[in-house]
């Protein structure tokens, strides 16, 4: 049997498009493998959000170059598709620049992979379009679905902020429907997905075709995912303040499936930076937005993303950021050292931090994010929260799960108990995870 490897670089979305070329490739025959010796296809789908981030795929390709050699003097054949927010940015440039490389295809054309493919045996070929068609209706059926699935319900950006790739590389925002949500949803609860993440580059700016024709909300569109019979948890990510309306917070007090976390990028604590990276919200605006989400749903964990060191960036403004951290406490956080992105406005200042004030910057913001960390992980020691369990442990007869503040929990349990909601007691906090202990079910009233 034909074999294929699949490879995600990126954020949740890149990650469900990778798990969607791999049910492409499935549907043409080709198994999943995790080993790229034997793989007679390899897909990397790349990221371009950071330096590093692009810089890895080119180092990866060169080892794939040589893979592909030696596989050929074995004679078999192996085809090397780029994928993602790379290919998108680069298109032929990759051709050029990576010799290894058949086939160039981004997050808006993968649906072709199969035609890419054959074509690619005559000629390297190169799909970065923005079809009219809509790749999901070209998709096949998803496999691999496990307790918790991600859904994108909405792709691209209008944001702009002056750091960022994606509204280039994912383009303009567009919502699916409500229809194609729940039908999608429906499916992966039938095949026993208990928690579904709706994702979407900016997913609080949602605005599909609703049942009337009328565009919905989120929070509709949360609604009518709620009442799929077999799911018991819906979260979202990735959300901007600015698209954070009454609406939605609202939904945080009233829908019960709504897990209690929310994961909001601030990005800086300085109003000056914050306009300079044209967010386009001030340090006290997310101090008032976080105090009325804290109001409908007080239990709820905060998450965040933060640019430290980007152009003209001083010391006081950092501590601008380092005192908005103290005084809003999250549960955890991604912090980032800026990285210029080609044809980004930001990539254009002439006022870069220096490389090694940045990195000091990150190591005392990451100091913080992760004793508040910590903090928070200690807190829950002696609670008692409700677990839907997602695998087997790390130790025989473990099993894994996560809280509804997304703590992962280990804990002693049958494999029989994936898949389901059980309550149990954090005894200990661990440095990356908690361990607690399975108490017995209490029966439904
Ligand atoms: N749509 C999301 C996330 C986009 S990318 C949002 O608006 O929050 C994820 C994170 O990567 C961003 O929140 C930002 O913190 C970081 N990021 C984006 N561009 C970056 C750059 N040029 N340098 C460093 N970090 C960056
Ligand atoms: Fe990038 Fe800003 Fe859009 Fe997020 S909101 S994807 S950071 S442009
Ligand atoms: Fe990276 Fe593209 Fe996601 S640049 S963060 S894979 S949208």
New binding site residues.
């Given amino acids: 049997m034909k074999k294929a490897f699949v490879r995600s670089y990126g954020?949740q979305m890149n990650a469900y498009d990778a798990a969607r070329m791999a049910d492409v490739l499935g549907q043409q025959g080709y198994a999943a493998t995790d080993s790229v010796e034997e793989a007679d296809v390899v897909v990397l789908n790349t990221c371009h959000?950071?330096e590093k981030a692009a810089e890895k795929v080119y180092s990866e390709l060169g080892r794939l170059r040589v893979l592909k050699g030696e596989r050929r003097l074995a004679g078999l054949d192996t085809r090397i598709v780029v994928a993602g927010c790379v290919a998108q940015a680069e298109g032929a440039e990759m051709l050029a620049r990576a010799p290894a490389v058949d086939v160039v295809v981004g997050p808006q054309s993968y649906h072709r992979l199969p035609q890419l493919l054959d074509a690619s045996r005559a000629k390297r070929v190169v799909d970065t379009e923005f079809p009219i068609e809509d790749k999901f209706d070209h998709l096949p059926a998803r496999r691999n679905k496990g307790v918790s699935a991600f859904l994108t319900v909405q792709e691209g950006?209008d944001?702009f902020?002056a750091?960022?790739?994606?509204p280039y590389t994912r383009g303009a925002e567009v919502s699916r429907s409500v229809a194609a949500v729940v039908a999608e949803a429906e499916k992966l609860a039938e095949a026993g997905v208990r928690e579904l993440t709706l994702i979407g580059?900016?997913v609080n700016a949602y605005h599909g075709a609703g049942p009337a024709g009328v565009a919905a909300t989120l929070p509709d569109l949360m609604r009518a995912v709620a009442g799929i019979p077999g799911l018991a948890r819906i979260r979202y990510t990735?959300?901007?303040p600015n698209d954070m309306g009454d609406d939605l917070i609202a939904a945080h007090a009233e829908i019960p499936a709504l897990m209690p976390y929310l994961h909001l990028?601030v990005?800086s604590g300085s109003d000056r930076v914050l306009g300079a990276m044209n967010r386009k919200h001030t340090g006290d605006q997310y101090r008032r937005l976080i105090e009325r989400i804290r109001t409908a749903r007080p239990d709820i964990a905060l998450s965040s993303?933060?640019?430290v060191g980007f152009p003209g960036e001083t010391d006081a403004e950092f501590e601008e950021t380092m005192r908005l951290v103290a005084e809003i406490g999250f549960q955890s956080a991604?912090s980032?050292?800026?990285?210029?992105?080609p044809g980004?406005p930001?990539a254009e200042r002439a006022d870069a931090v220096p490389e090694g004030v940045k990195s000091e910057r990150l190591a005392a913001l990451q100091a913080r994010l992760d004793a508040q960390r910590h903090a928070y992980q200690r807190a829950a020691a002696g609670r008692v929260a409700e677990v839907l369990v997602e695998k087997p442990g790390r130790r025989p007869g473990q099993v894994t799960g996560k809280t509804p503040h997304m703590l992962a929990v280990q804990f002693d349990a049958p494999a029989s108990t994936i898949g389901s909601l059980v309550p149990v007691r954090i005894v200990e906090a661990g440095a990356n995870s908690l361990f607690g202990e399975m108490l017995p079910q209490v029966a439904a009233a």
Wanted: charged residues 15%; contains cysteine.
């Fill in positions: 954020c959000i950071r950006c944001k902020c750091f960022c790739v994606v580059q900016n990735t959300s901007h990028p990005q993303d933060f640019i991604f980032f050292k800026y990285s210029p992105r980004t930001a």
